[in-house]
């Protein structure tokens, strides 16, 4: 059984020397997400990586699939720590691990290794080097490859030294927390999910503001927006949604505007709204759907228009992507099945 993980960070590695800060906000969310888990899990910070260290007893599945929706996180590995380093011992504990985790199984393998410690006797070319001609001698059916190698065997060399064997991808981006807050226009459908969860992973927290429009959009329609903030919530950590009432506001558009720009005249109020909104909670912009070309309000010059009425940057992650690439990214976070859920939207009501 597993009781530590070795998080590698995504584009944290290159920044500056402000790096710190994103290294202290990516542990503060990994600790957040395994705080909510059984067990008892340590999280620190050391030269490039973060690792956890857990205590008595935890699912690993549910670790695996906390740490995998951090932010700032691109990868994640179960690791046996090695307390004695020495290289008699250090060459046993990763042969014993090979044979734990593969048994007889026959694979090529690349032995990839990463020495902080600069005291130890070995570098980290000579540890791939004698500790792949170790196990080659240990396991007879095992060939090496270092080109397509079927198994990486990862060794590091710090305080203590750690093996593995196993990648899990994460999420990659920035933590929450670096880069403020935006409001996000919430609808009921694919795009605006994505749109938040896309932002979001560039560091940014997000709210979220729904358009209600009772009677003739039903409870059931809002409840579909509550549970989609609750699906991307999974990533972006804590969401507060504002739903607004804008039953009166449509009907006036609808009694006095004409009916062929009745779409363009309702976003440019709900972006107003939106945006009065988004001051008022201390956000810096708002984040929409929008896709070039994809709808008759989503051409450029409609695009132009809703912008007309806002100060504040509007922000549009999909604006150059396909549809199917928006389904794609929708279902890989889990909001495809209740974005397609037949309930519609004050959007799609009272349009000529």
Request: net charge negative.
């Amino acid at each position: 059984m597993y009781q530590a993980f070795l998080l590698k960070y995504a584009e944290i590695g290159i920044k500056g020397k402000n790096r710190y800060k994103f290294e202290n906000a990516l542990c503060s969310q990994v600790r957040r997400r395994l705080d909510k888990l059984e067990g008892e899990f340590t999280v620190t910070r050391e030269q490039g990586r973060i690792f956890v260290e857990a205590e008595g007893d935890f699912d690993f599945e549910d670790a695996i699939e906390a740490m995998s929706r951090v932010f700032g996180v691109s990868s994640i590995s179960p690791v046996q720590m090695i307390e004695d380093k020495s290289w008699e011992n250090l060459t046993k504990e990763v042969g014993d691990f090979i044979e734990r985790q593969y048994g007889e199984e026959k694979f090529t393998f690349k032995v990839k290794s990463r020495r902080s410690d600069k005291h130890y006797p070995y570098t980290s070319p000579e540890i791939c080097m004698e500790m792949g001609a170790y196990l080659l001698e240990r396991f007879p059916h095992l060939s090496v490859d270092v080109h397509h190698p079927e198994v990486y065997i990862w060794v590091e060399v710090r305080e203590k030294a750690y093996v593995y064997a196993k990648v899990y991808p994460a999420a990659c981006g920035m933590p929450l927390g670096t880069n403020g807050k935006a409001m996000l226009l919430l609808s009921g459908g694919i795009d605006s999910p994505v749109a938040g969860y896309m932002i979001a992973k560039r560091g940014v927290f997000i709210d979220a503001v729904y358009f209600h429009a009772p009677p003739y959009t039903s409870d059931r329609a809002k409840q579909k927006v509550i549970d989609l903030a609750k699906l991307i919530s999974r990533y972006t950590g804590p969401i507060r949604l504002h739903i607004i009432n804008f039953t009166d506001i449509q009907m006036y558009i609808y009694e006095q505007c004409p009916h062929e720009e009745l779409t363009i005249i309702m976003r440019r109020y709900m972006m107003r709204i939106a945006e009065k909104i988004a001051k008022e909670t201390d956000c810096l912009g708002l984040i929409t759907g929008e896709s070039i070309g994809q709808v008759a309000s989503q051409t450029m010059h409609s695009l132009a228009a809703t912008n007309d009425v806002c100060t504040l940057p509007v922000y549009r992650p999909l604006i150059g992507f396909d549809k199917q690439d928006i389904v794609g990214i929708a279902e890989k976070i889990g909001t495809y099945e209740t974005s397609i859920l037949p309930f519609e939207d004050c959007c799609t009501i009272f349009v000529a």
